[in-house]
T-cell receptor, first 116, second 116 residues
Framework: GQQLNQSPQSMFIQEGEDVSMNCTSS?????WLWYKQDPGEGPVLLIA?????ELTSNGRLTAQFGTTRKDSFLNISASIPSDVGIYFC????????????????FGQGTILTVHP | GAVVSQHPSRVICKSGTSVKIECRSL??????MFWYRQFPKQSLMLMAT?????????EQGVEKDKFLINHASLTLSTLTVTSAHPEDSSFYIC????????????FGPGTRLTVL
């Protein structure tokens, strides 16, 4: 089955620094999603990407759908302590019929720690 | 919009008992609901996909008689862990997708199950 490689696994940064994380896949994805999960909570959708090359921002967050449709990155600018959490990429693969049925493949997650 | 609730948020039960977890989409109709299991510091593992009025589709290795899923309406899905054992202890999270959301999944807050 499809696998997503998400990196880095963890990051320790100072408040105010920018953060970058990415996901790569061995196969093409129809949709890329980025989620943030706080401890003991469910993931919250941050950004959704639907087209190859698409660049979308949500406040200090920017994500891009790679032109090959096999990768995506998420940038966080000017990090703050509340950015702490686990960030997951997720992709909706394309089946043989050229569509996807909503099932997502998740990356392993990036644990972000922000020091004040 | 796109709020998903789960009940209970945490449950402790004795080995051999059954536990039911509810997942509700509060402000939209969910065409599809998903059930995930998550171990500490790991990614989400899809257990099953359910559509209203039809049988759930289980992922490979997930026992359907162990994890009973009922999707009775467009806003409610339930997961029943039957004859729970300590190894079933985990964080269970549901998600829901809505008509036209095109692969976006909105997650509930999760249910922490502890089996003694």
């Amino acid at each position: 089955g499809q696998q997503l490689n998400q990196s880095p696994q963890s990051m320790f940064i100072q408040e105010g620094e920018d953060v970058s994380m990415n996901c790569t896949s061995s196969s093409i994805f129809n949709t890329w999603l980025w989620y943030k999960q706080d401890p003991g909570e469910g993931p919250v959708l941050l950004i959704a990407l639907y087209k190859a090359g698409e660049l979308t921002s949500n406040g200090r967050l920017t994500a891009q759908f790679g032109t090959t449709r096999k990768d995506s990155f998420l940038n966080i600018s000017a990090s703050i302590p509340s950015d702490v959490g686990i960030y997951f990429c997720a992709g909706a693969p394309i089946n043989a019929g050229g569509t996807s049925y909503g099932k997502l493949t998740f990356g392993q997650g990036t644990i972000l720690t922000v020091h004040p | 919009g796109a709020v998903v609730s789960q009940h209970p948020s945490r449950v402790i039960c004795k080995s051999g008992t059954s536990v039911k977890i509810e997942c509700r989409s509060l402000d939209f109709q969910a065409t599809t609901m998903f059930w995930y299991r998550q171990f500490p510091k790991q990614s989400l593992m899809l257990m099953a996909t359910s559509n209203e009025g039809s049988k759930a589709t289980y992922e490979q290795g997930v026992e359907k008689d162990k994890f009973l899923i009922n999707h009775a309406s467009l806003t409610l899905s339930t997961l029943t862990v039957t004859s729970a054992h300590p190894e079933d202890s985990s964080f269970y999270i549901c998600s829901a997708s809505r008509l036209g959301s095109y692969n976006e999944q909105f997650f509930g807050p999760g249910t922490r199950l502890t089996v003694l």
